[in-house]
């Protein structure tokens, strides 16, 4: 939010300077994110001086050309060529002389030098508008009054507007500090001051001959709607001062109308607008819900479609704003607007933050009344621009002044005790501070006691609802330096051991950082066309998103993932490794399904050249490498490796786990994919369930010496229905011996021609060993009949030669 130094001033006595002002201001929780210097001078005018033309003639050599002599209050007439149309003897004209640098409206900076033009030379030049940035004129050159002093600088006469612009970045809670007298208020509590409010008395010129009726359908999104008429007002542009001020605060002037309300709206903090009275048909406001699939043409000129959850303010036949957003074009002001209502009212900040959302409009009066405007001000802010209006536009205030208000909203009242504020405070805060800082910040006070106080809230401090919300105001202005810092802090210290999962996600994120990677972190929330990839998960829709790209949950990381690669390759890295855990939401909304997934990707280079090694391009085996040692970290071997295609892998590989469920899926993504997402180089990509990678690891690690005695491996190759599991295989076979059986891997799988339809092949490794002897072959040998012996008969498998 940008604020006026000069304006700010208006309203409150301080010598301070502006970069003193801006530390006071961040001091007091106002974080001042910039301070600018603010000129409506145009560049480097300070070294333009005022010349006179003595001598006027024909150049010998050019038709459009002129030789000038023009004294500039120096021993010696300057010879300057001018080409300007409107060049003659006995005008006062801006001189830049030799040497001068000119910024000119469009084009590079230049400097002025003597040279020849047509022969003849020239020791300056004669300014126009365009040339010297003070407009975009080229017709002739910009004439001085005849009584500006020859050789002054132009400064003397042409002033600009000069400010100090200060930036705060303010918070969501303190729409109370969104104007120029909140600002203030802000500083007169901190140095002991009285914010100096305009004069707002306002005198009627006699009695509404065409009463307007205020209909309020809906008090819940409208509480409050007041306003007034102003008749025989004239249109036209708002004086220097006011549209210097607006422009300062970066508002770009449009009437003195407009204008009016907008320099309300940073003065108060309260958003007003103007109706053109003959639009009023009925000569009656109505403030209502929108008619659903109805038509509304705003003041951008774009027409929407409403869906009835907007507020809208009517007359009796159409809407005319979009109450608390934006107006609407027919009752716009125009050059022909003689009569006006103004309108001053307090809307819901839900309703208004709704509204603003879904149709992407967000202004200045919705910034403030989706985060709580006072509901208490309307009046005072209606006299003000009104008076303003009066005296900018002339014509007259009538009687009444209309405030439709059923339901008056009243401010809070609590109990503050001093010994609690103390406390959160880590200090004794003298009485006489705190009461000073409460009235200055403009809290009633009801009651006092020596325990406390009975304060009445402010209804502008829409967020000041507790007993901690004033513990808050006061020490912000009582500044934390004041409070001084204990010898000794005294804490209690709990520490939690990591869930095993967790462990396993850092172990793993080292990992991949050891590997070169980058974690990245992506949105929760996503476009609609990002989730319709993966139409098999319904997507759930936001209800109220901040803005279009922000509509749905996302459904998965796939794509929000290749939006950075693509935003990395845009920028000539061509070489990306990425990983990222994450949550997916998909489903109905009264049964939202959540998974927990661990995305890799993977383009260009995984190793830079250098001058020991060639540079390494990632293919398939460095990924399965990758999911390979993850899958070691997590302690899991109890999966079927499987061929992997579907629309985004050109090839690939499926790790399928327990009830057949695919639980990691690895590979190089389908070029025409991922030409769709305008990358044009190969992308390797992992989708691993996290949930699954998790749930064996985690048991607490028991230790055990190395054998002395030798392992002994055996190989059994087998023929299975495509029903059959590898988990099914591996627990049969540990079921079978728990002493000497020390592992079971699968190493190979065939689907094929020669294995037959509906059938796989499977080629399996056991690993044994026994700590206490060296195991004999007949021992294994009579295993390993066993093993077969039950995998035949118990899941129908046939073991190969």
Request: charged share 30%; hydrophobic share 40%; net charge negative.
């Amino acid at each position: 939010m940008k604020i006026s130094y000069n304006w700010l001033i208006k309203y409150i006595d301080t010598d301070l300077a502006p970069r003193e002002l801006a530390d006071k201001l961040t001091s007091i929780g106002l974080e001042v994110e910039g301070l600018e210097y603010y000129t409506t001078s145009p560049k480097g005018i300070g070294a333009l001086i005022v010349g006179y033309v003595e001598e006027c003639t024909q150049h010998p050599n050019a038709d459009r050309l002129k030789l000038t002599k023009v004294n500039v209050g120096g021993p010696e007439l300057l010879s300057i060529v001018c080409g300007a149309p409107n060049v003659q003897a006995g005008q006062k004209v801006i001189v830049a002389t030799e040497g001068t640098m000119i910024y000119p409206y469009k084009g590079e900076p230049f400097v002025i030098k003597k040279s020849k033009i047509r022969g003849e030379f020239s020791e300056g030049m004669l300014c126009a508008e365009d040339e010297i940035g003070m407009g975009e004129s080229h017709e002739g050159l910009l004439l001085l009054d005849p009584n500006a002093e020859i050789g002054k600088p132009l400064t003397d006469y042409i002033k600009g507007y000069n400010d100090w612009i200060i930036e705060i970045g303010l918070t969501p809670n303190r729409v109370d500090a969104a104007s120029h007298i909140g600002i203030a208020r802000d500083l007169a509590a901190l140095l002991g001051k009285r914010v100096k409010y305009p004069e707002t008395a306002i005198q009627f010129a006699g009695a509404n001959n065409k009463p307007v009726e205020i209909v309020i359908e809906d008090q819940k999104a409208c509480p409050r709607y007041s306003g007034l008429v102003l008749k025989g007002i004239e249109v036209k542009d708002s004086p220097d001062w006011m549209q210097d001020a607006l422009k300062a605060i970066g508002l770009n002037p449009i009437n003195n109308i407009v204008d009016a309300t907008n320099y309300v709206l940073h003065e108060y903090g309260h958003p007003l607008h103007a109706f053109d009275l003959s639009k009023i048909d009925g000569n009656k406001i109505i403030i209502k819900k929108s008619e659903p699939g109805s038509k509304f043409v705003t003041l951008d000129k774009q027409e929407r479609t409403l869906d009835g959850s907007e507020l809208m303010i009517c007359n009796t036949i159409e809407p005319m704003a979009l109450a608390g957003v934006f107006g609407g074009l027919k009752s716009a002001i125009n050059a022909e607007t003689k009569d006006i209502f103004i309108e001053s009212a307090y809307f819901d900040p839900s309703t208004v933050r709704r509204a603003g959302r879904r149709h992407q409009l967000f202004t200045d009066a919705s910034f403030r009344f989706e985060r709580g405007a006072d509901p208490n001000i309307t009046i005072k802010a209606l006299e003000r621009v009104a008076s303003l209006i009066q005296e900018i536009a002339g014509g007259e205030i009538l009687d009444p002044v209309y405030d439709a208000y059923p339901e008056p909203i009243k401010p809070i009242v609590l109990r503050f005790d001093y010994t609690y504020l103390n406390a959160v405070a880590g200090d004794i805060i003298p009485v006489s501070e705190v009461i000073k800082i409460l009235s200055g910040l403009e809290f009633n006070i009801v009651e006092q006691d020596d325990a406390g106080l009975l304060l009445e809230i402010p209804t502008f401090k829409s967020d000041v609802k507790r007993r901690i919300d004033v513990v808050e105001e006061v020490i912000r202005i009582y500044s934390f330096d004041k409070i001084p810092m204990p010898k000794q802090v005294k804490s209690i210290v709990q520490v939690d051991k990591y869930e095993h999962g967790e462990k396993l996600k850092k172990r793993i994120s080292a990992f991949m950082i050891d590997q070169g990677f980058y974690e990245t972190y992506l949105m929760s929330f996503v476009k609609e066309e990002d989730n319709r990839y993966f139409e098999e998960r319904i997507p759930i829709q936001v209800l109220n998103p901040l803005s279009s790209d922000l509509a749905e949950v996302r459904n998965n990381l796939l794509i929000p993932g290749l939006k950075v690669v693509q935003h990395n390759l845009n920028r000539q890295q061509p070489d990306v490794k990425l990983f990222n855990f994450g949550h997916i939401h998909h489903g109905d909304i009264s049964n939202v399904k959540q998974d927990y997934r661990l995305n890799i990707w993977i383009s260009g280079n995984v190793q830079p050249n250098n001058w020991y090694k060639k540079a390494q391009k990632a293919d398939f085996f460095y990924i399965k490498t990758l999911v390979e040692n993850m899958m070691q970290l997590a302690d899991r071997n109890d999966f079927e490796e499987l061929d992997y295609r579907d629309k985004f892998f050109a090839y690939g590989t499926s790790y399928i786990g327990p009830n057949q469920k695919n639980m990691a899926r690895f590979g190089k993504l389908d070029d025409k994919f991922l030409k769709k997402m305008d990358i044009n180089q190969e992308v390797f990509y992992a989708d691993i369930d996290v949930k699954w990678l998790l749930k064996q690891h985690g048991a607490d690690l028991k230790y055990d010496g190395i054998s002395k005695f030798p392992k002994v491996e055996r190989d059994l190759a087998m023929v299975l229905p495509d029903s059959l599991s590898y988990s099914d295989i591996r627990k049969l076979i540990e079921k079978t011996d728990n002493k000497i059986l020390k592992k079971v891997s699968i190493f190979d799988v065939y689907k094929g021609e020669q294995v037959g339809a509906g059938l796989k092949s499977y080629a399996i490794r056991m690993e044994f060993e026994d700590k206490a002897q060296t195991l004999e072959d007949k021992t294994v040998d009579k295993l390993v009949q066993r093993i077969m012996y039950r995998l035949e008969n118990e899941l129908q498998v046939k073991i190969r030669s």
